[in-house]
């Protein structure tokens, strides 16, 4: 049997990691600059955790779920989304009464959903999740982050949808009105809508069918459904991302049909990825706390899939980054590896930020010579019999007309650095 990944599981290899980490490092700064400390969590929980908070209602437990009974008999669920394990962690570890509110995690989420562009069976989210915190002013502020990232990442066809799911009761009452709706036109259903009429007709809503698009979009709306308070949660959302000049489309097909999501849902969404175009989704889920077993606390997250936004980021950028040396070290003769080995370890104290490569496996100065343009670096350092002797090192510029000199050992590093051009040297955060 040829050995091979996993259908929908990827490796992610250079030089696509390097920009993997540079979407990461990015993110992970901006999740700092608005105070959210990062939770780790397991990749796999007990399936119980996702059945009660996930619901058995939805296709990823029904359908996506990879569970499966352990050596003790136990079921497991490897993860498929990331809130679930964080609302277990936090009442687990008591996090809400320490007063660490706002958390986000990053990792891999398993689905075993038809792989396709966008899509996959192993992927990967940054998600975040606030506690104890009602709204509207921490829904906005969430918003406004995602904004501020989207910026940093310089991306700019990004639209907002928002709407509002209300109250447990609001939904109650919209979900008769809907059932009523969608039964007076069953034979138009397919079998998937059917079945969601039963057990919970505000997923049809929901629906990627498009023969059901008419029916759906003449629906009665929860809109109009809404209490004075969600209605005012509503209005104050809007009015703040009004004034900090985000704009969104309301769109009241964008429902989640949990019992425990409430008012604020938002999605993010891109043209340019074709129908995988969901980069970031999230709402309010004032009621998920208490079923998992905590005090009645209110909520809300959102999380992004890294694989859509990474492409994004790709599709803007040609110019991957596939060299991986700024100074490059090489010897003359075996004799003089120790020296370029200390050599470099001494560069890359003075230059924590520089990338520093020894030519490691011999051969011929003009082999290694060819290694060192081949890596990007700006200088070659070079020590042989000469060096060695005058206690110098030999300095090559590589990417310029500049003249190689040979200075005093003591000398070499400050010599290098005034060769590197400036602002060429790679840091992990520029795009
Ligand atoms: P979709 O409607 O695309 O199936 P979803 O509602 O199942 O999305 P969420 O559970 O809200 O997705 O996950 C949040 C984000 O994670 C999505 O917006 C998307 O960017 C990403 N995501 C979800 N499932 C996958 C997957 N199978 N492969 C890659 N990214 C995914
Ligand atoms: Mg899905």
Redesign the pocket.
Known sequence: MKLQSIRGMNDIVPPHSSRWQQVEKLLADILRSYGYRQIRLPIMENTAVFERSIGDVTDIVQKEMYTFADRNGDSLSLRP?GTAGCVRAVLENGLIQQGLRKLWYIGPMF?H?RPQK???RQ?H?IGVEVFDLAGPDIDAELILMTARMWQALGLTDLRLELNTLGTVANRKAYRSVLFDYFSASKDQLDEDSLNRLERNPMRILDSKNPALRPLIDNAPQLIEHLDNMSREHFERLSSILNTAGIEFQINPLLVRGLDYYSNTVFEWITDSLGA?G????GGRYDGLVETLGGRPTPAIGF???L??LIELVQMDRSDDIDDDADIYLVSTDDAYVSEILVLAEQVRRAGPQWRVVCHCGGGSIKSQMKKADRSGAQVALIIGENESQNKAVTIKPLRNQAEQVTVAYDLAIDRARSFLVPGAEREDVTL
Request: charged letters at 35%; glycine letters at 12%; a neutral charge.
């Open positions: 989304e689905r959903e966008g899509r996959y992927f989210q995988q969901t980069v970031c989704a999380a992004m899939g694989e859509r």
